[in-house]
């Protein structure tokens, strides 16, 4: 496959993931799809570091769009030369948004494992935190937290798909930096008629 082929083809892929990162995170504000519950004291802190929408988010749909342009044939920079410019802001690009897939794997991860701030016994707190992830096989707990109601179920499936999510961006961006990496050197693979039309 061709460096520009590949980069177009997974700019769409990181593009599409940095989509369902935002959209996930801003589910994560509103529990049960509820708005009566964005007080900040009831909400985990994890929720509030927006891993989803800056990292997996807006930090890895820039390195999306950079190789889609990559990968396209535009009048700015036509040519060998121009394709080699695209392909080197693709590969920094690329470096930024693995930053932005780790720091959103770190914080849903933390997130997983802490738990959500629910009102149990009367009290707001993280009463899943000290069994170290535990919780997530025992969903007889999970019944426990009175307020926000369905909270974990919610928060569990929100974050197990921004830790998905994550771990394929990295591997997209990886992907990409390689690919554009070897695309600053030897430039991409299509013949000189593709690029007239």
Known sequence: MCTGKCARCVGLSLITLSLVCIVANALLLVPNGETYWTNTNQLSLQVWLMGGFI????????PGIAAVRAGGKGCCGAGCCGNRCRMLRSVFSSAFG?????????????????????LMNGKWDYHFEDTAGAYLLNRTLWDRCQ???????????????????????????????VNATIGVFCGDCRKKQDATH
């Open 55 to 62: 990292g997996g988010g807006l930090m890895v749909l820039c």
């Open 147 to 177: 307020e926000p109601p369905r909270v974990v179920p919610w928060n569990v499936t929100l974050f197990s798909l921004l830790v998905a999510a994550s771990c394929l961006e990295i591997v997209l961006c990886g992907i990409q930096l």
């Open 98 to 118: 693995v930053l932005g897939a780790i720091y959103c794997l770190s914080v849903s991860g933390a997130g997983l494992r802490n738990g959500p701030r629910c």
